[in-house]
C-alpha cells in the first residue's frame, strides 16, 4: 500500500509490543507504512499518563505529523485528561534531536493542563535543536485552565526572540485558546506577542472566544 497516508486502529486491544512493532513499520523505508502520516490507535496509546515508554515514542514518532491528544474524542466521548505533567514529559522528548517527529497538528484541547504545562510547551516550542515544534501548523489548546499566568508563558518566547529569524512556531496558521480562562492579563501578553515584529508571520486564526476578557 505504498500511497497509504491514514491508519485508523482505534477501540482495539493493542498491548506496547503491537505499538512498538507498528513504530518499527513505520520507520523502515521499504515499509507499507512509510509514508503514513496520520496513525489513530486509542486512548492509550497516543495518551499519556499510561505511555510512558519512550523508546515507543521515539518509533511512533518518526511517522507523525498530526497528534491528537485531546480529552475529548470526535464523537463526544471523554478521554483521561492530560495533565501539565503530562505534557511536560510529551515536550521533554519532543525537544530531543534526532526524534524525526514534524508536528504540524497538535490537538490538545479539553484536558487539564495549566501555568506548568505551558511553561514546558513554550520551552519546546524555542528550543532550535528540536524540528518537531517549528513545523506546527496548529495549536489547540481551547478548554484548558491556562489562566492568565499560562497565558503569559506561552506567550513569553515571542517577545524574549532576539530577532525575527528566531521566532518559535514561524508556521503557525491557527491559535485556538477558547474557553481558557484568559483574562485582562491574558489579553495583554497575546497583544504584546503580535505586536512583536517577525511574530505570528503566518496566522491567520486566533480564537479567543469564551474567556473573561475585558474591554
Known amino acids: 500500500w505504498p500511497r497509504l497516508d491514514r491508519l485508523f486502529m482505534q477501540n482495539n486491544l493493542f498491548t506496547d509490543e503491537a505499538v512498538e512493532a507498528l513504530g518499527r513499520a513505520c520507520a523502515e523505508p521499504e515499509s507499507t507504512l512509510c509514508n503514513t502520516h496520520y496513525i489513530v490507535l486509542d486512548s492509550y496509546h497516543f495518551r499519556l499518563p499510561e505511555l510512558r515508554n519512550k523508546e515507543t515514542i521515539v518509533r511512533i514518532g518518526g511517522a507523525i505529523t498530526k497528534l491528537d491528544l485531546a480529552g475529548v474524542e470526535d464523537q463526544g466521548r471523554a478521554r483521561e485528561k492530560m495533565s501539565s505533567n503530562d505534557l511536560a514529559f510529551l515536550c521533554h522528548f519532543l525537544r530531543q534531536p534526532a526524534r524525526m517527529v514534524k508536528l504540524d497538528l497538535l490537538l490538545l484541547h479539553e484536558n487539564a493542563i495549566g501555568a506548568a504545562g505551558c511553561a514546558a510547551l513554550a520551552g519546546a516550542m524555542v528550543d532550535a535543536a528540536s524540528d518537531a515544534m517549528r513545523s506546527l501548523g496548529q495549536l489547540h489548546l481551547t478548554g484548558n485552565p491556562l489562566g492568565d499566568m499560562g497565558c503569559k508563558q506561552l506567550m513569553a518566547p515571542y517577545f524574549q ?7 518559535p512556531l514561524p508556521n503557525l496558521r491557527e491559535l485556538h485558546l477558547g474557553r481558557c480562562e484568559l483574562g485582562d492579563k491574558a489579553a ?20 479567543l472566544g469564551q474567556n473573561k476578557i475585558g474591554d
Open 161 to 167: 526572540a532576539a530577532d525575527a529569524g528566531s521566532m
Open 188 to 207: 495583554a501578553a497575546i497583544g504584546r506577542a503580535i505586536a512583536t515584529p517577525g511574530s505570528f508571520a503566518e496566522l491567520t486564526l486566533l480564537s
